[in-house]
């Protein structure tokens, strides 16, 4: 095997062969297989419509959806179940339940933008209940500091995401942990700089950034002043989080966002394409 490596190489031919990955009619190639693929799915996989019942019980934003929209989602979870690779840790099995409750969130946010969205990546990894997992951070005086932090996600840019069962389970309006992680994975893995993912084809990226930028001050501004507000306090951590976690506002207290923060909400219903608020549910 090496050989044939070292012989590809001298001869320039591997380079060769990466460039024909890279370039734009492989991608056709493989985004014409990919579809292929997905056809062949959804032509022998179908969700059981109790499950899918027992799933959206729990799930009040689940069940304001259309018909047409419930149909494009349940398709949505049968892709996504099928291209990502779900495991189960420290002994977690991971029923059909688990499954479909976790892809059904992970697939609401890209509900309009299409599962090509979580391209590159496979892996969802399941814990009982929250983890540990060791962190570093390096002071004003360069010293680095370790630290263990109990956590109850994880997204990781171009990898995979983890997550807590117990804190999937307590998802309610305003906060899901799901929602959370996959916004932090749509941003990460897509377009945009550390603090806020980029705006998508058609938006005023300016308004987008203008908007997200004054919403976050705000938000700090009102966390320093101690006064009460409905979204998690923990938003005013990072820019990064504020997105993640209005993001779960956008999706599971809709009306309450668009009442409270009208302008954000608008930016977040075009940058979705979905307009939560608007259901009836
Ligand atoms: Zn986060």
């Given at each position: 095997m090496l050989e044939v490596y070292l012989t590809l190489w001298r001869s320039g031919a591997l380079s060769r062969i990466i460039r024909f990955f890279q370039d734009s009619r492989s991608k056709r190639w493989m985004g014409f297989l990919r579809s292929w693929r997905r056809k062949r799915v959804l032509k022998s996989a179908r969700i059981d419509e109790a499950l899918w019942t027992r799933v959206a019980a729990k799930l009040s934003f689940v069940r304001g959806l259309s018909e047409e929209e419930t149909a494009r989602l349940k398709q949505l979870v049968v892709l996504f179940l099928a291209e990502k690779e779900m495991h189960g840790a420290q002994g977690l099995q991971l029923t059909d339940e688990v499954r479909v409750s976790i892809a059904v969130q992970a697939c609401l946010p890209i509900l309009n933008l299409g599962?090509?969205?979580?391209?590159g990546w496979v892996g969802v990894v399941v814990y009982p209940g929250e983890f540990r997992v060791r962190k570093e951070e390096t002071d004003e005086n360069g010293i680095v500091h370790t630290f263990d932090e109990e956590l109850a996600g994880e997204a990781w840019p171009g990898g995979p995401v983890i997550l807590s069962w117990e804190d999937v389970g307590l998802a309610e309006r305003g906060y899901n942990v799901v929602i959370h992680e996959f916004a932090h994975k749509i941003h990460m893995d897509g377009a945009g700089d550390a603090d806020f993912p980029a705006a998508c084809a058609g938006m005023d990226a300016a308004k987008w950034r203008e908007t997200l930028e004054g919403a976050y001050r705000r938000f700090c501004s009102e966390v320093d002043a101690g006064r009460p507000t409905f979204?998690?306090?923990?938003?005013?951590?990072?820019p990064a989080e504020f997105f993640a976690v209005m993001s779960e506002a956008f999706f599971t207290e809709s009306a309450v966002l668009a009442r409270d923060w009208p302008e954000l909400y608008r930016q977040f219903a075009l940058f979705y394409r979905q307009d939560p608020a608007g259901r009836t549910g």
């Open positions: 599962l090509d969205t979580y391209n979204i998690d306090p923990y938003a005013a951590e990072h």
